[in-house]
């Protein structure tokens, strides 16, 4: 009997052994959160996320040929802005959200043209024989780079209105820092596969910033500069067979901390098109990456390492808070970023704070047309934790589905009339 209970607490703890195993294998397999966009049996990729947030182009050949698209950041309302049998590709937004730039061939070979944001205005910038192809703009109002992709390729650098063409060096797929002064791009001038690299933007102080056997491309930088994120592609080739290992990583922007954000590794057969995870590009706010794998739009969210509030904008009123005045409430008109929607703030967690206090909302309500939240907190309350002098007060709160958003406003609190005790 003794024995037999003994048994049983052996193939428990065992059991309980086997568990703890499955666990770290699952957490070793882990994914970050993502969501798809697009669901059709087409190609859809090459993701560009609009400065606002609100926005994401794309490319998709639905109609029979590729075509610039564009759709609401949580992929609904996808519409159309090229018409015509050739290839446009690889659109980027102007750091003001009004124009985009892209690739087409529509003229016998690539070249690089702007168009307004909903498809008006088509020009073209390039007019070499050659192959002008992924073009970026983001982040630098006045300058366009791109590659032409022949042999090793050529990174451009020209005017927005296409003027002073200039060759910066050898590399693909190049991006704007987000201050417009750096660029990071791929390039295999050390010999062997493709490396990630950054640079000025007159081509000086080229860093290297991986070391590996694999294929490293399509670079972009993170809103805040600290991260790069970009796709590594293994390529694995039999004599019947070639497959590729599609993974996507972020780096540190001087190389520290290489870090993968994928961690399947399925094979993939080189035939089938649009198939890898490419083109990743970051939400304006940095938590979020859009990328195309398997032939559509995917968004991850919940990167360690990455901004986890998104940034509200606030207005605090009144702008002068006498501590003497009887009023009864402190309104905050609270604006979310472009891709969230103010009516989802969950009213409970909103609250505002000078640290080390923080009081709770009293109510708030949500203007849904202007995207604007009011939120009222009691006077009497923020009298009780401010001094006078130029004071700055948070208010933070979370979203339905647990996005945190935080915003900071300063306002100016006197003591006229009555003494505070
Ligand atoms: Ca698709
Ligand atoms: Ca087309
Ligand atoms: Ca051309």
């Not at 650098?157 to 991006?175: E, F, H, K, M």
């Not at 860093?207 to 500069?225: A, D, H, K, M, V």
């Not at 309500?365 to 700055?392: I, K, L, N, T």
């Amino acid at each position: 009997m003794a024995d037999r209970a003994k048994m049983g607490l052996k193939n428990l703890v065992c059991a309980v052994i086997a568990i703890l195993a499955l666990t770290v294998a699952v957490r070793e397999a882990r994914a970050y959160p993502v969501t798809q966009l697009t669901y059709e049996l087409s190609f859809e990729g090459q993701p560009a996320w609009s400065p606002d947030g609100a926005k994401i182009a794309f490319v998709s050949d639905r109609d029979g040929h590729r075509e610039i698209y564009v759709t609401n950041s949580d992929g609904s309302n996808q519409t159309r802005l090229t018409y015509n049998q050739y290839d446009d590709v690889e659109p980027d937004w102007s750091p003001d959200g009004s124009k985009m730039v892209f690739s087409s061939d529509r003229s016998g070979s690539y070249d690089i043209y702007v168009m307004k944001a909903d498809g008006d205005n088509q020009i073209r910038l390039t007019y070499e024989g050659s192959n002008e192809r992924a073009p970026a703009w983001r982040y630098n109002e006045d300058k366009i780079l791109y590659h032409d992709p022949y042999w090793d390729g050529t990174i451009y650098i020209i005017n927005a209105d296409g003027s002073s063409r200039t060759a910066l060096g050898t590399g693909r797929w190049p991006s704007w820092s987000q201050d417009g002064t750096k660029i990071v791009f791929s390039s295999n001038e050390a010999g062997g596969t493709p490396q990630i690299y950054t640079m000025n933007h007159d081509g000086s102080d080229e860093q290297r910033l991986t070391f590996n056997g694999l294929i490293n491309r399509e670079p972009t930088w993170s809103p805040n500069g600290t991260k790069i994120v970009f796709s590594i592609t293994k390529l694995d080739i039999t004599p019947d067979n070639w497959t590729y290992f599609p993974v996507l990583y972020i780096i540190d922007s001087d190389g520290g901390n290489l870090e993968r954000l994928t961690f399947d590794e399925y094979e993939y057969n080189i035939s089938v098109r649009g198939i890898l995870r490419r083109r990743p590009t970051w939400s304006p706010d940095g938590t979020k990456i859009a990328y195309h794998y398997k032939g559509d739009i995917w968004v991850m969210s919940g990167i360690p390492g990455l901004p986890t509030k998104i940034a509200a904008w606030l207005d605090i009123d009144p702008n002068t808070l006498n501590l003497a005045s009887e009023g009864k409430w402190i309104t905050c008109y609270i604006w979310l970023p472009g891709e969230y929607d103010v009516a989802n703030i969950d009213p409970n967690s909103v609250r505002l704070e000078n640290e080390p206090n923080a009081i709770e909302v009293e109510w708030i309500w949500f203007e849904e047309e202007d995207q604007v939240a009011m939120a009222r907190f009691s006077r009497s309350e923020v009298q009780e934790m401010v001094e006078p002098g130029d004071v700055e007060l948070t208010v933070s709160g979370e979203l339905v589905d647990g996005t945190r958003f935080e915003g900071i406003d300063t306002i100016k609190v006197i003591d006229k009339g009555r003494k505070k005790k």
